[in-house]
C-alpha cells in the first residue's frame, strides 16, 4: 500500500535498519541505498546498508566503504528495499526482509510486485533517488553533504544528466535542492564523465562498429559475450553504458545490446530515442522497465537468445 505517513513514521521509531537495492546494481541503486543510510545514520538509527556486489567504478560514492554483505543471523525493525519492484531481483537481501519487523520499498519503475508492508512509489520520477530525497527534504529529515552527493549521483546517472523524459522541472528544483545540502556535483561529473577506461573507449568503438544494423539503421542490436568482454580487459558491469552509445547515433530510434551472464542465463538492456516503447519489448521477453529504458533476463544460450531477440526486433513495427 502507499502510505507516505506510515513509512515516515516506521522510520523515525526503527532502530534498526536494512537498506538493500537490486543484484547487478548501478548508479540509482547503490546511491538510494547509500543516500536513504546515510540520513538514517545521522538521524540516530543502527543502519546496515547492504550489497553483495561492489563495483570499483562506483567507490567515489559517499560511504560506499560502508556496504555489507546480508548476514543470516541479523534481525531489524525495518527492512528497506530501494529501486526495484521485482521480488526476484533482491537476491541474498530477501534473507534480511525477513529477519525484518516491517518494510517499505522505494522505487520508480512502473511495475512493482506489491511484496512490501509499505511503498513509496512514483513512476514519472527521474530515479528513486529523486523519491528518496524528495520525501527526507519533505519531512525535515536532515541531508548532510555526503547523503546529498550520494543522491544526487543517482539522479545524474538514472536521468543520464537529466536527458530523459522524466526529468522535468520537479527534478531539476530537487537536484537544486541538494546542492544547497552541499552535493558535490564536480565529484560526481568528474567520476563519471572525464574519468573514462581507455579500454572501454576502445570496446564502445568495437561494438559500434559491428553491431547489427536493423531497420535501415533505425535499429541497432549488439551481442557481448564474455570472450569479448574479456579480450577488452573488462567486466560485464562496465558495458551498460554502451547501449546508451547506441542509442545516440545519429538515426537509431531504438538500441539493444545482449549481454551474456553465463553459459544460459543473457541479460539485455533496451533504449529508445523518441517514440518507441522499449518496456513493452521488454515485457515480451519477461522483464519491463521505463518507456525509454528497460531490459530482461531471459534463460537460453547466447546464440540462441541472439537469434530469439534478432526476429523479435525485425517483427518491430515502424520503428
Known sequence: MMDTAIVNRLLQEAQTVAIAGHVNPDGDSYASVLGLGLALKDAGKKVDMLAEEKIAHFSYLPGFSCLRPV?????????????????????????????????????????????????????????????????????????????????????????????????????????????????????????????????????????????????????????????????????????????????NLQGVEVAVILKEQTHDIQKVSLRSKEYVNVAEIAKTLGGGGHTKAAGATVEGTNQEVYVMLRTLLEGIERP
Open 71 to 247: 548476514e543470516e543471523e541479523r534481525t531489524y525493525d525495518l527492512f528497506i528495499r530501494v529501486d526495484l519492484g521485482d521480488t526476484a531481483r533482491m537476491g541474498r537481501a530477501q534473507i534480511a526482509m525477513k529477519n525484518s519487523r516491517h518494510s517499505i520499498n522505494f522505487d520508480h519503475h512502473l511495475s512493482n510486485d506489491g511484496f512490501c508492508d509499505y511503498a513509496v512509489l512514483d513512476p514519472l520520477a527521474s530515479s528513486t533517488c529523486e523519491i528518496i530525497a524528495s520525501f527526507l527534504l519533505t519531512n525535515g529529515w536532515k541531508v548532510s553533504s555526503d547523503a546529498a552527493t550520494a543522491l544526487y549521483a543517482g539522479i545524474i546517472t538514472d536521468s543520464n544528466r537529466f536527458l530523459y523524459d522524466t526529468s522535468g522541472a520537479r527534478t531539476h528544483r530537487l537536484a537544486a535542492d541538494l546542492l544547497d545540502c552541499g552535493a558535490d556535483a564536480k565529484a560526481i561529473y568528474l567520476q563519471e564523465y572525464q574519468n573514462e577506461n581507455r579500454n572501454r573507449i576502445a570496446f564502445e568503438g568495437s561494438v559500434v562498429e559491428k553491431a547489427l544494423s536493423l531497420h535501415g539503421g533505425r535499429v541497432m542490436l549488439a551481442n557481448i559475450t564474455q570472450e569479448w568482454i574479456q579480450h577488452y580487459g573488462l567486466t560485464m558491469p562496465e558495458a551498460e553504458g554502451v547501449v546508451d552509445t547506441l542509442r
